[in-house]
């Protein structure tokens, strides 16, 4: 039983590692999916959009849905055309941009995975760059290569050249070559890019590190007992609802958060060293509603992945 429960507590450890790693099976396997089932190469002038579309446009779809599956997104914007001040509260102007940037660079996620497994695979590139017209790509591409190149590089993808098949073959291992070099440098610039982005952060945060590691445990059982109490609340009050409705009686009273408390724990949070509250919820808790957020003097410190609820 204790080696269970060790096992259950390392996997929930690595929850974020176990995500991301069944986010790239998912993605490998829609890659080879669009590659043997949908994908068929025009081979004709249309290489290039045809390729391009099925190389960025699921990248484009998984963006989307990064930004849509954030539940930051819907706190940064939910209200914002009937309240700007939402989203650019007094003396945090740049605030909606700096969130805005925590929630787009979590949504790259999927669609650098995409990029990279699509490029690595080499199809989808292989077919988009051999139906180019430039006469500076044509002259990289078809180097010491038949004059054929020239005017029938885009059936490559299908064989129909009126080439050797070797020099063919040669050409088609050519264009998945460099389809892999871009992949393996856009896999290599991704993970460094995502190195200096946490270690920038960790560096500027004013919040030591096993403060850092409380705070994350705290945001996720306090959004786990929220989800939960959402249900029994709601239960609760649709029994009654549905009871005095039946019975034709006057309900009674149903204590529930003020418009102004749902407002106030609704917004992003901000933290304050002179104030640890390790959520919205718990500023609300705390301070009874007492003064507005937008008058509070914050200090925006930027903690990782504590701030995602």
């Excluded at 009126?162 to 070099?181: F, G, H, R, V, Y």
């Excluded at 871009?182 to 403060?211: D, E, H, M, N, P």
């Excluded at 996720?220 to 609802?241: G, H, I, P, V």
């Amino acid at each position: 039983m204790d080696a269970f429960q060790g096992i259950v507590k390392f996997l929930l450890n690595q929850k974020t590692v176990i995500g991301y790693s069944f986010m790239a099976l998912l993605t490998v396997g829609g890659e080879r999916l669009f590659s043997l089932v949908a994908f068929k190469c025009p081979c004709s002038t249309e290489n290039v959009v045809y390729g391009l579309v099925f190389l960025f446009a699921p990248a484009w779809v998984l963006l989307i849905l990064g930004f849509f599956l954030n539940n930051r997104s819907w706190k940064l914007f939910t209200g914002c055309c009937v309240n700007p001040r939402k989203i650019f509260p007094r003396g945090h102007n740049c605030r909606f941009f700096h969130v805005l940037g925590q929630i787009t660079l979590s949504s790259l996620v999927a669609p650098v995975m995409w990029l990279s497994v699509a490029l690595l695979n080499g199809t989808f590139y292989e077919c988009a760059v051999s139906g180019t017209t430039s006469s500076r790509l044509l002259r990289l591409i078809c180097k010491d290569k038949p004059t054929e190149c020239w005017k029938e590089l885009h059936k490559v993808s299908c064989g129909k050249t009126s080439m050797t098949p070797t020099d063919n073959e040669e050409l088609k291992l050519s264009l998945q070559a460099q389809s892999q070099i871009l992949g393996w440098f856009l896999i290599c610039s991704a993970s460094f890019f995502s190195l200096l982005t946490t270690c920038v952060t960790r560096c500027r945060s004013k919040v030591s590190y096993l403060q850092l590691d409380f705070w994350k445990t705290y945001a996720q059982k306090e959004k786990e007992q929220l989800e939960n109490t959402f249900l029994d609340y709601a239960k609760k009050l649709s029994e009654r609802n549905l009871k005095c409705f039946f019975e034709n009686k006057r309900p009674d009273a149903f204590p529930l958060p003020t418009f102004a408390a749902w407002e106030a724990a609704s917004e992003l949070h901000s933290f304050h060293q002179s104030r640890q509250h390790y959520s919205t919820l718990h500023r609300v808790v705390e301070d009874s509603l007492e003064h507005s957020p937008e008058d509070d003097e914050t200090t925006m410190v930027l903690v990782g992945t504590a701030h995602n609820v």
